[in-house]
Protein backbone atom coordinates (compact mmCIF):
# COMPACT_ATOMS: atom_id res chain seq x y z
CA UNK A 1 0.00 0.00 0.00
CA UNK A 2 1.19 3.36 -1.39
CA UNK A 3 2.00 6.07 1.75
CA UNK A 4 -0.93 8.41 1.55
CA UNK A 5 0.81 11.80 -0.40
CA UNK A 6 1.34 14.75 1.77
CA UNK A 7 -1.29 17.73 1.31
CA UNK A 8 0.17 20.61 -1.03
CA UNK A 9 0.35 24.20 0.76
CA UNK A 10 2.04 27.42 0.18
CA UNK A 11 4.97 26.68 2.32
CA UNK A 12 5.93 23.41 1.03
CA UNK A 13 8.89 25.24 -1.28
CA UNK A 14 10.24 26.90 2.60
CA UNK A 15 10.00 23.43 3.51
CA UNK A 16 12.31 21.73 1.03
CA UNK A 17 14.82 24.40 1.57
CA UNK A 18 14.75 24.06 5.15
CA UNK A 19 15.54 20.58 4.67
CA UNK A 20 18.64 21.36 2.40
CA UNK A 21 19.50 23.91 4.72
CA UNK A 22 19.22 23.18 8.33
CA UNK A 23 20.62 20.95 10.35
CA UNK A 24 18.70 17.68 10.85
CA UNK A 25 17.79 18.23 14.81
CA UNK A 26 17.02 21.82 13.82
CA UNK A 27 14.83 20.61 11.23
CA UNK A 28 12.85 17.93 12.58
CA UNK A 29 12.17 19.96 15.89
CA UNK A 30 10.76 22.70 13.54
CA UNK A 31 9.55 22.52 10.49
CA UNK A 32 9.25 18.25 10.39
CA UNK A 33 6.86 19.22 13.39
CA UNK A 34 5.23 22.14 12.46
CA UNK A 35 4.15 19.81 9.09
CA UNK A 36 3.21 16.68 10.69
CA UNK A 37 0.20 18.92 12.36
CA UNK A 38 -0.46 20.82 9.50
CA UNK A 39 -0.99 17.60 7.68
CA UNK A 40 -3.18 16.45 10.21
CA UNK A 41 -5.22 19.58 9.90
CA UNK A 42 -5.47 19.61 6.22
CA UNK A 43 -6.88 15.98 6.38
CA UNK A 44 -9.82 17.06 9.15
CA UNK A 45 -10.42 19.94 7.81
CA UNK A 46 -13.45 21.33 5.58
CA UNK A 47 -12.52 22.50 2.11
CA UNK A 48 -13.13 26.01 2.91
CA UNK A 49 -10.57 25.88 5.86
CA UNK A 50 -8.05 23.47 4.07
CA UNK A 51 -7.67 26.08 1.43
CA UNK A 52 -7.40 28.77 4.23
CA UNK A 53 -4.70 26.74 6.02
CA UNK A 54 -3.37 26.09 2.85
CA UNK A 55 -2.64 29.74 1.91
CA UNK A 56 -1.62 30.78 5.45
CA UNK A 57 1.04 27.74 5.78
CA UNK A 58 3.68 29.76 3.73
CA UNK A 59 3.67 32.94 6.08
CA UNK A 60 3.48 30.35 9.33
CA UNK A 61 6.85 28.62 7.51
CA UNK A 62 8.61 32.13 7.11
CA UNK A 63 8.15 32.78 11.22
CA UNK A 64 9.29 29.21 11.46
CA UNK A 65 12.38 29.38 9.61
CA UNK A 66 13.65 32.90 10.95
CA UNK A 67 13.71 31.08 14.85
CA UNK A 68 14.88 27.80 13.01
CA UNK A 69 17.95 29.27 11.14
CA UNK A 70 18.85 31.49 14.44
CA UNK A 71 18.62 28.52 16.08
CA UNK A 72 21.36 26.65 13.68
CA UNK A 73 23.66 29.75 13.89
CA UNK A 74 23.60 29.93 17.39
CA UNK A 75 24.50 26.17 17.53
CA UNK A 76 27.49 26.97 14.90
CA UNK A 77 28.73 29.07 17.05
CA UNK A 78 29.41 27.29 20.27
CA UNK A 79 32.70 26.15 21.00
CA UNK A 80 34.57 28.16 18.54
CA UNK A 81 37.61 29.85 19.73
CA UNK A 82 36.88 33.27 19.77
CA UNK A 83 39.77 34.55 21.81
CA UNK A 84 41.39 33.75 18.18
CA UNK A 85 39.84 37.03 16.48
CA UNK A 86 41.36 39.41 19.17
CA UNK A 87 45.41 38.39 18.80
CA UNK A 88 46.29 40.78 16.05
CA UNK A 89 45.13 43.68 18.56
CA UNK A 90 47.93 43.56 20.48
CA UNK A 91 50.34 44.38 17.55
CA UNK A 92 47.38 47.10 16.65
CA UNK A 93 47.95 48.49 20.11
CA UNK A 94 51.65 49.09 20.00
CA UNK A 95 52.10 50.97 16.98
CA UNK A 96 48.86 53.36 17.88
CA UNK A 97 52.23 54.80 20.42
CA UNK A 98 53.75 55.39 16.26
CA UNK A 99 50.80 57.35 15.23
CA UNK A 100 51.02 60.06 17.37
CA UNK A 101 47.87 62.30 17.82
CA UNK A 102 45.29 62.85 14.99
CA UNK A 103 43.05 60.51 12.70
CA UNK A 104 45.73 58.08 12.13
CA UNK A 105 45.47 56.39 15.59
CA UNK A 106 41.32 56.65 15.24
CA UNK A 107 41.69 55.23 11.78
CA UNK A 108 43.72 52.04 13.31
CA UNK A 109 41.39 51.45 15.75
CA UNK A 110 38.12 51.80 13.37
CA UNK A 111 39.75 49.32 10.98
CA UNK A 112 40.05 46.97 14.27
CA UNK A 113 36.73 47.07 14.83
CA UNK A 114 35.73 46.69 11.21
CA UNK A 115 38.06 43.50 11.12
CA UNK A 116 36.82 42.11 13.95
CA UNK A 117 33.00 42.18 12.73
CA UNK A 118 34.37 40.62 9.55
CA UNK A 119 36.18 38.22 11.36
CA UNK A 120 32.78 37.35 13.27
CA UNK A 121 30.75 37.10 9.94
CA UNK A 122 33.29 34.86 7.97
CA UNK A 123 33.47 33.09 11.54
CA UNK A 124 29.62 32.46 11.56
CA UNK A 125 29.64 31.06 8.05
CA UNK A 126 29.05 27.21 7.70
CA UNK A 127 31.98 25.76 6.22
CA UNK A 128 29.79 23.87 3.02
CA UNK A 129 29.36 27.35 2.35
CA UNK A 130 33.17 28.46 2.43
CA UNK A 131 33.64 24.73 0.54
CA UNK A 132 31.88 26.12 -2.66
CA UNK A 133 32.39 29.57 -2.84
CA UNK A 134 36.21 29.72 -1.93
CA UNK A 135 37.43 28.96 -5.81
CA UNK A 136 35.11 31.94 -6.90
CA UNK A 137 36.06 34.06 -4.27
CA UNK A 138 39.48 33.66 -5.15
CA UNK A 139 39.02 34.85 -8.60
CA UNK A 140 36.96 37.84 -7.67
CA UNK A 141 40.08 38.62 -5.64
CA UNK A 142 42.29 38.32 -9.11
CA UNK A 143 39.61 40.10 -11.10
CA UNK A 144 40.23 42.84 -8.46
CA UNK A 145 44.27 42.36 -8.39
CA UNK A 146 43.86 42.62 -12.64
CA UNK A 147 41.62 45.99 -12.37
CA UNK A 148 44.09 47.78 -10.45
CA UNK A 149 46.65 49.26 -13.32
CA UNK A 150 43.16 50.76 -14.64
CA UNK A 151 41.77 51.78 -11.22
CA UNK A 152 44.01 51.71 -8.76
CA UNK A 153 45.79 54.94 -7.29
CA UNK A 154 49.66 55.25 -9.10
CA UNK A 155 52.68 56.27 -6.55
CA UNK A 156 55.97 56.19 -8.28
CA UNK A 157 54.74 53.40 -10.83
CA UNK A 158 53.35 50.94 -8.35
CA UNK A 159 49.33 51.22 -8.72
CA UNK A 160 48.68 49.01 -5.23
CA UNK A 161 45.60 51.08 -3.43
CA UNK A 162 42.33 51.74 -4.08
CA UNK A 163 40.34 54.47 -3.16
CA UNK A 164 36.74 54.15 -1.87
CA UNK A 165 35.73 57.74 -0.57
CA UNK A 166 37.94 58.78 2.13
CA UNK A 167 39.28 55.20 2.31
CA UNK A 168 42.66 53.84 0.94
CA UNK A 169 42.63 50.52 0.38
CA UNK A 170 45.97 47.81 -0.42
CA UNK A 171 43.95 45.52 -2.15
CA UNK A 172 46.45 42.86 -2.45
CA UNK A 173 46.77 42.43 1.60
CA UNK A 174 43.03 42.47 1.54
CA UNK A 175 43.03 39.72 -0.38
CA UNK A 176 45.69 37.54 0.68
CA UNK A 177 43.43 35.37 3.14
CA UNK A 178 40.87 34.95 0.25
CA UNK A 179 43.27 33.89 -1.68
CA UNK A 180 45.04 31.36 1.11
CA UNK A 181 41.48 30.10 1.77
CA UNK A 182 40.80 29.30 -2.04
CA UNK A 183 44.38 27.80 -2.60
CA UNK A 184 43.77 25.66 0.42
CA UNK A 185 40.49 24.99 -0.46
CA UNK A 186 41.71 23.36 -4.23
CA UNK A 187 44.73 21.72 -3.16
CA UNK A 188 43.44 20.02 -0.14
CA UNK A 189 41.04 19.01 -2.78
CA UNK A 190 43.46 17.54 -5.52
CA UNK A 191 42.15 20.64 -7.49
CA UNK A 192 45.62 21.49 -8.94
CA UNK A 193 45.11 22.54 -12.16
CA UNK A 194 42.82 24.67 -10.45
CA UNK A 195 45.23 26.06 -7.99
CA UNK A 196 48.13 26.66 -10.43
CA UNK A 197 45.46 28.40 -12.70
CA UNK A 198 44.65 30.59 -9.61
CA UNK A 199 48.26 30.97 -8.16
CA UNK A 200 49.75 31.84 -11.36
CA UNK A 201 46.98 34.20 -12.23
CA UNK A 202 47.62 35.85 -8.94
CA UNK A 203 51.44 36.28 -9.33
CA UNK A 204 50.59 38.07 -12.73
CA UNK A 205 48.09 40.58 -11.46
CA UNK A 206 50.56 41.38 -8.96
CA UNK A 207 53.56 42.00 -11.18
CA UNK A 208 51.36 43.81 -12.98
CA UNK A 209 51.11 46.16 -10.20
CA UNK A 210 54.60 45.97 -9.48
CA UNK A 211 53.65 44.91 -5.80
CA UNK A 212 56.76 42.47 -4.99
CA UNK A 213 55.31 42.17 -1.18
CA UNK A 214 52.38 40.85 -2.56
CA UNK A 215 53.94 38.74 -4.74
CA UNK A 216 56.11 37.43 -2.28
CA UNK A 217 53.37 36.53 0.22
CA UNK A 218 51.49 35.29 -2.22
CA UNK A 219 54.43 32.58 -3.42
CA UNK A 220 55.10 31.41 0.41
CA UNK A 221 51.29 31.24 0.81
CA UNK A 222 50.90 28.74 -1.97
CA UNK A 223 54.30 26.63 -1.03
CA UNK A 224 53.73 26.42 2.30
CA UNK A 225 49.91 25.16 1.33
CA UNK A 226 51.52 22.98 -0.87
CA UNK A 227 54.04 21.62 1.62
CA UNK A 228 51.64 21.07 4.55
CA UNK A 229 48.99 19.43 2.39
CA UNK A 230 49.67 17.37 -0.80
CA UNK A 231 53.30 17.17 -1.52
CA UNK A 232 52.92 16.57 -4.99
CA UNK A 233 51.75 19.78 -5.81
CA UNK A 234 54.74 21.56 -4.59
CA UNK A 235 56.95 21.33 -7.87
CA UNK A 236 54.39 22.35 -10.22
CA UNK A 237 53.28 25.37 -8.44
CA UNK A 238 57.23 25.88 -7.64
CA UNK A 239 57.66 26.20 -11.25
CA UNK A 240 54.81 28.49 -11.65
CA UNK A 241 55.05 30.76 -8.83
CA UNK A 242 58.83 31.83 -8.35
CA UNK A 243 59.11 32.58 -12.19
CA UNK A 244 56.34 35.06 -11.79
CA UNK A 245 58.05 36.16 -8.21
CA UNK A 246 60.70 37.36 -10.49
CA UNK A 247 58.71 39.60 -12.68
CA UNK A 248 56.92 41.42 -10.04
CA UNK A 249 60.64 41.82 -8.46
CA UNK A 250 62.09 43.20 -11.68
CA UNK A 251 58.65 45.86 -11.91
CA UNK A 252 58.48 47.07 -7.82
CA UNK A 253 60.29 50.89 -8.00
CA UNK A 254 61.00 49.66 -4.24
CA UNK A 255 58.67 52.28 -2.89
CA UNK A 256 59.88 54.65 0.32
CA UNK A 257 57.75 54.43 2.83
CA UNK A 258 54.77 56.63 1.73
CA UNK A 259 54.44 58.06 5.72
CA UNK A 260 56.13 58.41 9.15
CA UNK A 261 54.12 55.35 10.31
CA UNK A 262 55.02 53.31 8.19
CA UNK A 263 58.80 53.36 9.71
CA UNK A 264 56.70 52.19 13.20
CA UNK A 265 58.39 49.77 14.06
CA UNK A 266 62.38 51.75 14.34
CA UNK A 267 60.12 54.95 15.62
CA UNK A 268 59.23 53.18 19.13
CA UNK A 269 60.98 53.13 22.10
CA UNK A 270 63.06 50.04 21.92
CA UNK A 271 61.05 48.49 24.84
CA UNK A 272 57.88 49.40 22.52
CA UNK A 273 59.44 47.96 19.52
CA UNK A 274 60.42 44.78 21.90
CA UNK A 275 56.83 44.39 22.70
CA UNK A 276 55.11 44.84 19.04
CA UNK A 277 57.27 42.28 17.50
CA UNK A 278 56.21 39.70 20.78
CA UNK A 279 52.52 40.91 19.70
CA UNK A 280 53.68 40.38 15.94
CA UNK A 281 54.99 37.12 16.71
CA UNK A 282 52.05 36.48 18.43
CA UNK A 283 49.95 37.22 15.66
CA UNK A 284 51.57 34.45 13.53
CA UNK A 285 51.38 31.40 16.33
CA UNK A 286 47.40 32.08 17.29
CA UNK A 287 46.41 30.27 13.58
CA UNK A 288 49.09 27.33 14.62
CA UNK A 289 47.32 26.14 17.38
CA UNK A 290 45.07 24.77 14.57
CA UNK A 291 47.45 22.21 13.63
CA UNK A 292 46.68 20.43 17.49
CA UNK A 293 42.98 20.61 17.09
CA UNK A 294 42.66 19.05 13.83
CA UNK A 295 43.85 16.62 11.58
CA UNK A 296 41.57 17.99 8.43
CA UNK A 297 43.82 19.02 6.04
CA UNK A 298 42.22 22.03 4.82
CA UNK A 299 42.35 24.39 8.43
CA UNK A 300 45.70 22.77 8.69
CA UNK A 301 46.76 24.47 5.33
CA UNK A 302 45.00 27.24 5.81
CA UNK A 303 46.55 27.76 9.30
CA UNK A 304 50.21 27.58 7.76
CA UNK A 305 49.28 30.11 5.30
CA UNK A 306 47.71 32.39 7.27
CA UNK A 307 51.05 32.33 9.67
CA UNK A 308 52.85 33.50 6.69
CA UNK A 309 50.37 35.61 5.54
CA UNK A 310 52.01 37.79 8.44
CA UNK A 311 55.46 36.75 9.00
CA UNK A 312 56.28 36.99 4.97
CA UNK A 313 55.03 40.89 5.14
CA UNK A 314 57.07 41.50 8.43
CA UNK A 315 60.24 39.79 7.24
CA UNK A 316 60.01 42.41 4.18
CA UNK A 317 59.25 45.29 6.69
CA UNK A 318 62.68 43.96 8.52
CA UNK A 319 64.68 43.86 5.80
CA UNK A 320 63.44 46.59 2.84
CA UNK A 321 61.74 49.72 3.48
CA UNK A 322 58.03 48.82 3.47
CA UNK A 323 55.36 48.57 5.78
CA UNK A 324 54.75 46.50 8.98
CA UNK A 325 51.49 45.27 9.06
CA UNK A 326 49.64 45.43 11.82
CA UNK A 327 51.98 47.53 13.60
CA UNK A 328 52.36 50.16 10.65
CA UNK A 329 49.74 52.53 9.32
CA UNK A 330 47.20 50.66 7.19
CA UNK A 331 44.10 49.17 7.98
CA UNK A 332 44.08 46.64 5.06
CA UNK A 333 45.99 44.52 6.74
CA UNK A 334 43.86 44.13 10.31
CA UNK A 335 40.73 43.58 8.45
CA UNK A 336 42.59 40.81 6.44
CA UNK A 337 43.58 39.66 9.64
CA UNK A 338 40.61 38.95 11.03
CA UNK A 339 38.99 38.12 7.44
CA UNK A 340 41.42 34.96 7.58
CA UNK A 341 41.67 34.42 11.47
CA UNK A 342 37.54 33.75 11.12
CA UNK A 343 37.57 32.02 7.93
CA UNK A 344 39.71 29.21 10.23
CA UNK A 345 37.60 29.70 13.02
CA UNK A 346 34.78 28.70 10.51
CA UNK A 347 36.77 25.65 9.02
CA UNK A 348 37.20 24.26 13.28
CA UNK A 349 34.12 24.46 13.29
CA UNK A 350 32.31 20.45 12.70
CA UNK A 351 28.90 21.53 11.00
CA UNK A 352 26.10 19.38 12.00
CA UNK A 353 24.60 17.39 9.55
CA UNK A 354 21.78 18.20 7.72
CA UNK A 355 18.34 16.83 7.34
CA UNK A 356 18.09 13.87 5.12
CA UNK A 357 15.25 13.84 2.32
CA UNK A 358 14.05 10.35 3.66
CA UNK A 359 12.72 12.16 6.84
CA UNK A 360 10.49 13.69 4.42
CA UNK B 1 21.00 26.03 31.20
CA UNK B 2 18.88 28.27 30.98
CA UNK B 3 17.00 29.37 34.58
CA UNK B 4 14.52 32.41 33.86
CA UNK B 5 11.31 31.94 32.12
CA UNK B 6 10.16 34.47 29.54
CA UNK B 7 6.29 34.23 29.03
CA UNK B 8 5.41 32.51 26.31
CA UNK B 9 7.41 29.60 28.17
CA UNK B 10 6.00 30.05 31.19
CA UNK B 11 2.48 29.87 29.52
CA UNK B 12 3.46 26.69 27.66
CA UNK B 13 4.91 25.10 30.97
CA UNK B 14 1.55 26.15 32.43
CA UNK B 15 -0.57 24.83 29.65
CA UNK B 16 1.66 21.17 29.52
CA UNK B 17 1.27 20.60 33.02
CA UNK B 18 2.28 17.11 33.92
CA UNK B 19 0.74 15.68 30.32
CA UNK B 20 1.99 15.16 26.86
CA UNK B 21 0.87 17.58 24.02
CA UNK B 22 1.36 18.57 20.46
CA UNK B 23 2.28 21.80 19.43
CA UNK B 24 -0.93 22.76 18.13
CA UNK B 25 -2.75 21.52 20.79
CA UNK B 26 -0.84 23.78 22.83
CA UNK B 27 -1.91 26.66 20.16
CA UNK B 28 -5.42 25.93 20.63
CA UNK B 29 -5.39 25.69 24.38
CA UNK B 30 -3.48 29.06 25.03
CA UNK B 31 -6.23 31.24 23.16
CA UNK B 32 -4.34 32.75 20.67
CA UNK B 33 -1.14 34.19 22.88
CA UNK B 34 0.79 31.45 21.25
CA UNK B 35 0.87 31.46 17.68
CA UNK B 36 1.31 28.92 15.15
CA UNK B 37 4.46 30.42 13.27
CA UNK B 38 6.86 30.56 16.70
CA UNK B 39 5.58 27.61 19.03
CA UNK B 40 7.79 24.94 17.64
CA UNK B 41 10.81 27.40 17.62
CA UNK B 42 9.81 28.08 21.18
CA UNK B 43 9.08 24.80 21.93
CA UNK B 44 12.61 23.39 20.23
CA UNK B 45 14.66 26.26 22.11
CA UNK B 46 12.77 25.21 25.71
CA UNK B 47 14.30 21.76 24.79
CA UNK B 48 17.39 22.76 24.09
CA UNK B 49 17.25 24.19 27.85
CA UNK B 50 16.13 21.33 29.11
CA UNK B 51 12.60 22.55 30.32
CA UNK B 52 10.65 20.11 27.92
CA UNK B 53 11.51 16.77 26.01
CA UNK B 54 9.83 15.32 22.89
CA UNK B 55 9.05 12.44 21.14
CA UNK B 56 7.07 10.89 18.16
CA UNK B 57 3.81 9.90 18.74
CA UNK B 58 3.73 5.66 19.28
CA UNK B 59 2.43 4.01 16.58
CA UNK B 60 1.68 4.67 13.17
CA UNK B 61 -1.11 7.16 12.71
CA UNK B 62 -4.54 5.94 11.80
CA UNK B 63 -4.70 7.10 7.99
CA UNK B 64 -0.64 7.08 7.59
CA UNK B 65 1.39 10.38 7.32
CA UNK B 66 4.40 12.10 9.34
CA UNK B 67 4.30 10.78 12.97
CA UNK B 68 3.42 13.85 15.17
CA UNK B 69 5.47 15.56 18.09
CA UNK B 70 4.37 15.34 21.46
CA UNK B 71 5.82 17.59 23.97
CA UNK B 72 5.95 16.75 28.02
CA UNK B 73 7.78 19.56 30.45
CA UNK B 74 10.64 17.92 31.83
CA UNK B 75 11.15 17.61 36.13
CA UNK B 76 13.48 21.19 36.33
CA UNK B 77 10.71 22.76 34.31
CA UNK B 78 8.07 21.85 36.94
CA UNK B 79 10.69 22.65 39.57
CA UNK B 80 10.86 26.71 38.25
CA UNK B 81 7.25 26.69 37.17
CA UNK B 82 6.71 25.81 41.26
CA UNK B 83 9.84 28.23 42.67
CA UNK B 84 9.11 31.11 40.27
CA UNK B 85 4.83 30.84 41.98
CA UNK B 86 5.75 30.66 45.02
CA UNK B 87 7.95 33.55 45.00
CA UNK B 88 5.11 35.33 43.24
CA UNK B 89 2.78 34.44 46.13
CA UNK B 90 5.62 35.85 48.52
CA UNK B 91 5.98 38.94 46.88
CA UNK B 92 2.14 39.46 46.74
CA UNK B 93 1.94 38.63 50.36
CA UNK B 94 4.60 41.05 50.87
CA UNK B 95 2.92 44.04 49.68
CA UNK B 96 -0.56 43.59 51.40
CA UNK B 97 -0.80 46.10 54.15
CA UNK B 98 0.16 45.55 57.55
CA UNK B 99 -2.64 46.61 58.98
CA UNK B 100 -6.66 47.76 57.72
CA UNK B 101 -8.19 50.97 58.23
CA UNK B 102 -11.58 49.74 60.41
CA UNK B 103 -14.17 52.64 61.02
CA UNK B 104 -14.29 53.81 64.61
CA UNK B 105 -17.32 53.56 66.32
CA UNK B 106 -18.20 56.40 68.79
CA UNK B 107 -19.99 55.46 71.85
CA UNK B 108 -21.39 57.67 73.99
Known amino acids: ?360 | MKHSLSAKERLILDLLGDTERYGLELVDASGGALKRGTVYVTLARMEESGLVTSHHEDGPRPGGGMPRRLYRATPLAIELVALQRSFTEAISAHRQPRFSLQPIKVTR
Open chain 1, 1 to 360: MNPPQPRRHSGAWLLGWAEQHLAADTFARTFAAAEADLQLELERADPPTRRRLARAARWQYLRILGGALAIDRREARRGLRWWLLFTPLLAVMTGLFALGDGLAPIAQLAFAAAGLVAGYVMASTPRRILASEAPAAGWIAIAMLAALPLIGRDLHGSARWLAIGPLVIQVSTLVMPVLALALSALVTRGRLGHALALSASGQLALAATADLTGAVTLAVITLAIALTSTRRALLPLSLTTLPLVGIAALRDPLLAPVAHSEGALAELHPLLMALALLALCLAIAAPLTTWSRTTDAWPRALAAALALGVATPLACGLLFPAPVPLVGFGGSAIVACHLGLGALLALERVDRPRAARATM
